[in-house]
Each structure stands twice: as C-alpha cells, then as structure tokens.
C-alpha cells in the first residue's frame, strides 16, 4: 500500500483525495521508485484544484516533480538503492505522478540526483529551478554577457523567478526584479536583485519599441509583460520566455526582432533531452548553496498540499513549496 492524491473526474464531478492505494494500482513502467519529497508548482495546483486543463488521462496522482531512491527496476541504467530527481516528461498529467509514496516510472525520465544536493535541496528546487536553469543556459547560448547591461527578471518573487534572480546575480548580472510584492523586496535583494520594480509598470498596452533597457531578459509572466519586455530589449539582446502567469496572449509587433536583433528564446522543460537536463541540473549545482535555498523554499506535509495549491493560485506563496513525503 501507498499513499498517494489521486485525482478523478466523472459524471459525478471533480474528486481530490488523499488515501493509501494498493501498489497494484501503478501504472506501468520499468522503475519502481520511493518519493522522498517532490514539490507544489504552477501546474500542480492547477490540477489539484481543477482549475486548468493540466490532466489528460483519469484517474491521476499529480506531482510533477520528485527525487527519492529507486526499489525496483528493470531499466538498465538504475538499480535499487540509485538516488533519482525527475522533472516534466507528462507525470502528472498522462503518467501518474510524484505527489505519492510510491512511484513507477520509466527509468529514461529519470536522471542522477546531483551529489551537491540532497533529495529536499532538489525539491526545494524543482522543476521552477530547473526551468530558471534552462533560461540562463539559452542566455548563454546567444551569447549576452553581463558587462552589457542589465537583466530583468519578471514574476521574480514566484518559484522560477526567485531560482533566475539568485542564478544570474551568482553569475555578475546587475538583476532587475519586477513583482507585484514590493513587500517582498528584502527578499529578492537577499537574493541577489540590484534593483526591484513594480510589475504594473509592464503590465499594460506598451508603445512596439520603447527605451532601450535590457541586455537579456527572464519572462515567467507573458501577455503585455513580455511584449513591453521584447519593446525594451537593447539591440541584440534575448528574451528567454517560459511562463504564462499572466496570460497566454502576445500583443506585440516584429518591431524589436527586425529592427533591433532581439532573439525570443522558448523556454520548455517538459520534454528537454537528457543532455539539457544534465547541463541545467550541474548549473544549479555550481552556482546554488543550501542557505540560498532556506530562503527560497519551505516544506509543507503531504496532506496540506491540496489547501497550499489554492493558497499558491492566491499569490500568497513566495518562492517553493516542497512536499514531504
């Protein structure tokens, strides 16, 4: 037996709950896995809530991410006693996921649990860490450097954010952090922020080009958050976009991409080969100490997640929330 959210719809309605399950009951797939913690994101919360079409497959066991210890495998690469973190690959939503005692997994979603940190630090982490990871690699990739200006982060006080602005302020980035908590700006320039603005000075209609102001950019926001970014992007510069907080619209022109070089750079972490995973998770190894961590992230039981995940659609949650299995 298991404990495990399981979530259903039927002609009944929506159902969310919380009980033990026969180990029968997972679903197929050649790694039987202990989950140790995993965490409550975005889209968790969407599903536990059924306040966004996150499940496509009924019943399900939400829960995105999760690192732990493998109990069983029949995949080649992992043995019992293997340290294992997961993130994205469809679990939670196709393929029962990690908000669960108990997990079965097919071992090519799984990659090593970096030494550097435990099964909670990874948590604590989680797939926002890993998404803010991907967007400063694709910073990199195109090649903008600190020395050319500054960097917005937008939805800074949010998982994805918190992870960005203690990224890019680790790497000598003059960090710009927009959020709609100013009350939350000791905690960002804890972070490493050098300066904190008020989001709503992004979130309305916008002129196509604007004051140039960024050498790059992290958007987790969208809608006229990320057109008035790309509008104030410097010549030459990128904006990494890998969030939809405030709408899934772009109202914008080609104005800042033909006139001013600007790269919009698409920022997926469900599905990203092995080899993205790996360089994103040895980013967040090189560049992120534990103590950074106690200030981004708090844990919650295993039960609470249900209540955290309305709290979290609230915007009353700053940084992470890591379940405890």
Excluded at 235 to 242: I, S
Excluded at 280 to 286: E, G, H, P, R, V
Excluded at 303 to 314: K, M
Aim: aromatic content about 6%; hydrophobic content about 45%; overall charge neutral.
């Amino acid at each position: 037996m298991f404990t495990a959210w399981k979530l259903n719809q039927t002609d009944q309605g929506f159902s969310a709950t919380l009980a033990a399950w026969p180990d029968e009951e997972l679903p197929a797939g050649d790694v039987t896995v202990a989950v140790e913690y995993s965490t409550l994101n975005y889209k968790d919360a969407l599903a536990l809530t059924n306040r966004g079409p996150v499940v496509r497959r009924w019943p399900m066991v939400p829960g995105i991410d999760g690192a732990g210890t493998v109990l069983e495998s029949t995949h080649a690469d992992w043995q019992p006693g293997d340290r294992w973190v997961l993130n994205g690959w469809g679990v939670g939503e196709t393929h029962w996921g990690c908000l669960s005692q108990r997990a079965r997994l097919n071992g090519d979603w799984l990659i090593r649990l970096p030494k550097a940190f435990t099964a909670r630090q990874a948590m604590a982490l989680g797939t926002a860490g890993y998404t803010a990871a991907l967007c400063v690699l694709a910073i990199e990739r195109h090649g903008a450097l600190p020395a050319q200006g500054s960097v917005l982060v937008t939805g800074a006080s949010g998982g994805v954010g918190s992870v960005a602005v203690a990224l890019l302020a680790k790497m000598g980035w003059k960090v710009v952090a927009s959020t709609g908590k100013l009350q939350e700006e000791a905690y960002l320039r804890a972070l490493g922020a050098a300066e904190v603005i008020d989001r709503n000075t992004l979130s309305s209609p916008g002129k196509p080009l604007q004051k140039e102001r960024w050498a790059a950019v992290v958007d987790t926001v969208g809608s006229h958050t990320l057109a008035n970014a790309c509008a104030q992007t410097r010549w030459g510069g990128v904006v990494a976009a890998c969030g939809l907080a405030g709408g899934m619209d772009f109202p914008t022109t080609v104005a800042p991409f033909i006139l001013r070089g600007v790269t919009l750079a698409g920022i997926d972490s469900v599905m990203q080969p092995q080899s993205a995973r790996c360089k994103a998770w040895q980013k967040l190894a090189d560049l992120i100490d534990a103590p950074m961590l106690d200030q981004i992230a708090h844990d919650i039981p295993l039960d609470q997640a249900q209540a955290a995940a309305q709290e979290l659609l609230d915007g009353k949650v700053r940084g992470r929330l890591v379940v405890k299995i």
